[in-house]
Structure formats: structure tokens, C-alpha cells
């Protein structure tokens, strides 16, 4: 069975760090894009960062631009979000996601991610 397991979330004040990984497990994800999509309460679940296969091109929302860097380690079958002067609109659910397809750029849209972890919760007080 493919899972996505994220970890490092937490509880931090505002201006803190955190850095959330994303282990793959029933296959590896090496040569795939993968992102990083949040969910705050009442709200849409929306894009943070995504790279893509090669680890050479990567991409974030406004948001997080300059805070947030995303990162892989093929040689650990894991992706990194980190989380630097956080705020408390950074407060969600995030969640990890891997394209299905080879060699895959990076993007935006959700509709393009096939694989889904279940969550870590990032809470900011401000």
C-alpha cells in the first residue's frame, strides 16, 4: 500500500520555525513531483510549495515566498517543507502530495497530485 506520512508539525509562536517532512512508503516518489497543500479551518484547502523531480525547479505561493523552502532527499525517500518566521494565518492542516507520473514538473493545482498523506497540524499563537 503507497502512503504519505507527514511529521513535524506542531505548536509555535509567531515568528518561530518548524520543518514538516513527508516520508513515502510501498514506493518511492524519487523521480516524481511533490507539494505541499494547507488547510485552515472553513477554508479551502490551498497550495504552498511544490517541487519537481529533479528537485531543480521548485515553486511557492505568495504567501510563503521567502519564509518557506521545500526540499527533497532522494536518498531518504522524503520531502521537507521549511517553515521560517511563521505566522499565525501559517496556522493549518498540512498535507503532502506526490504526482503519479515520471519525471513530473511541479504545479499548482491539487487536480494534478495523486497521492495524499493525511495531514500535519502547524498551530502559530500569535
Known amino acids: 500500500q503507497v502512503q504519505l506520512v507527514e511529521s513535524g508539525g506542531g505548536l509555535v509562536q509567531a515568528g518561530g520555525s518548524l520543518r514538516l517532512s513527508c516520508a513515502s512508503s510501498?514506493?518511492?516518489?524519487?523521480?516524481?513531483?511533490m507539494g505541499w497543500f494547507r488547510q485552515a479551518p472553513g477554508k479551502e484547502r490551498e497550495f504552498v510549495a511544490a517541487?519537481?523531480?529533479?528537485?531543480?525547479?521548485?515553486d511557492y505561493a505568495d504567501s510563503v515566498k521567502g519564509r518557506f523552502t521545500i526540499s527533497r532527499d532522494n536518498a531518504k525517500n522524503t520531502v521537507y517543507l521549511q517553515m521560517n518566521n511563521l505566522k499565525p494565518e501559517d496556522t493549518a492542516l498540512y498535507y503532502c502530495?506526490?504526482?503519479?507520473?515520471?519525471?513530473?514538473?511541479?504545479?499548482?493545482?491539487?487536480?494534478?497530485?495523486?497521492?495524499w498523506g493525511q495531514g500535519t497540524q502547524v498551530t502559530v499563537s500569535s
Open positions: 517541487i519537481d523531480w529533479s528537485g531543480r525547479s521548485t
Open positions: 510501498g514506493r518511492t516518489f524519487n523521480g516524481n513531483a
Open positions: 502530495s506526490a504526482k503519479g507520473t515520471i519525471l513530473s514538473g511541479d504545479s499548482r493545482s491539487q487536480r494534478d497530485y495523486d497521492y
